[in-house]
């Protein structure tokens, strides 16, 4: 991956533009409260204050090519603790969906792969997530479905299944359809992705 500390800088300014015009981003004075509070850097490359910044510089490639953005849960405690009310979780889910949009190769495939599959079945399921549905499909969707057969890892994933149900952790059922499911689509097909793509999932990277 681009490295932007020991790299030269070529700045390419229109995702910032494009970043500022959606956000309060340029307010950020990189007073690092965000990084501070994110549980979740010690598995990212950059905090998340230096995310912001490398995208006001235009660092697209650095950005969009980041783990940062795919390892985020979009806990949303740097939204909260911001004093300048930037929502750095939804910037990140941004530049999730430009990464893909962008076809930038994700450094981490697997949640990649994870956070489209998840979004497409919102969209299948009406507008609300469905466990079981979310779990065949990302099984399918990673492979290897014959040899974990074949090895048996399949059958205790499903052992697992069931206990997670029996206790209640999982509903194995599909969840009731919404009654703004068309609202729900609409707001899919604004997107991106969904915008490119007639079928969910068309843009998967292995
Ligand atoms: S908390 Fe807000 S102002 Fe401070 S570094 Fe993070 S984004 Fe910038
Ligand atoms: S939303 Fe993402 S970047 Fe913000 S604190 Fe949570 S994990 Fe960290």
């Known amino acids: 991956m681009l490295n ?13 533009e494009r970043l500022a015009g959606l956000t309060s981003v340029s307010a ?3 007073c690092k409260k965000c990084s501070s509070g994110c549980p ?31 390892v985020c849960s979009g806990c949303e405690t740097c939204t ?25 190769a994700s450094p981490q495939p ?5 956070h489209q599959t998840f979004l497409d079945t919102v969209l299948m399921a009406g507008g609300r997530l469905s466990e079981p549905l979310l779990l ?8 290897g479905t014959l040899e974990k057969l074949k090895s048996g890892a ?8 069931w206990e997670l149900a029996r206790r209640r952790r999982l ?23 969904y915008e490119k793509n007639e079928k969910p999932g068309t843009q998967e990277k292995p």
């Open 110 to 114: 697997g949640v990649t792969r994870f």
């Open 80 to 104: 909260t603790r911001c004093p300048n009310q930037i929502d750095i979780a939804g910037v990140m889910d941004w530049l999730k969906e430009e990464a893909i949009f962008s076809g930038q």
């Open 28 to 30: 950020c004075y990189q």
């Open 40 to 70: 979740l850097t010690f598995a990212m490359d950059f905090p998340p204050d230096q995310v912001i910044r490398l995208a006001l510089l235009g660092q697209d490639a650095a950005v969009l090519g980041c783990r940062t953005i795919w």
């Open 136 to 143: 065949g499909l990302y099984q399918w969707r990673r492979g």
């Open 171 to 193: 509903v194995p059922r599909l969840p009731h359809r919404l009654k703004g499911v068309e609202e729900i689509k609409a707001m899919f097909k604004k997107s991106h992705f």
């Open 154 to 161: 399949l059958m205790a994933d499903l052992r697992m299944a």
């Open 4 to 16: 932007p500390f020991k790299e030269p800088l070529e700045p390419s300014f229109s995702l910032a």
